[in-house]
């Protein structure tokens, strides 16, 4: 499928013609660039791995509330030790996912 980038916003529209006006800033059809092949597979690419990054995003977010619930719980020592160090271990894969999701918008690989 045809990939078109609005001039205006960057808001990448799928289809065979450009839209008449960009879903996301309004602009007129004659702003939108017909994205190359290279340009629309990179598109498709970056889409797939920034949805497994929201993937892992919402998996962390499912850790840490397990890992507060752990503590929370405090059964023992080493049982509130292996939450807490998992929870920060959940912090810290927040962080790198959402760090890379950073660099793909910066480069334009988010579409």
């Known amino acids: ?39 629309a ?15 892992l995003l919402t998996l962390a977010r499912d850790m840490e509330a397990a890992c507060k619930d752990g503590i ?5 020592p080493n049982c509130v030790a292996v939450f807490s160090k998992s929870l920060a271990h959940a912090y810290e894969i927040m962080k790198l996912s959402m760090t890379e999701m950073q660099g793909h918008m910066g480069k334009g690989k988010w579409g």
Not at 44 to 52: A, G, P, Q, V, Y
Not at 72 to 76: E, F, V, W
Request: overall charge positive; some cysteine.
């Open 1 to 39: 499928m045809k990939k078109w980038k609005c001039g205006g916003c960057g808001f990448i529209h799928d289809g065979e013609c450009a839209p008449d006006k960009c879903a996301k800033c309004g602009a007129p059809k004659e702003k939108f660039m017909l994205l190359d092949d290279a340009a």
């Open 41 to 55: 597979t990179l598109v498709e690419r970056s889409r797939h791995t920034n949805m497994l990054h929201a993937r």
């Open 72 to 76: 929370s719980d405090n059964l023992d």
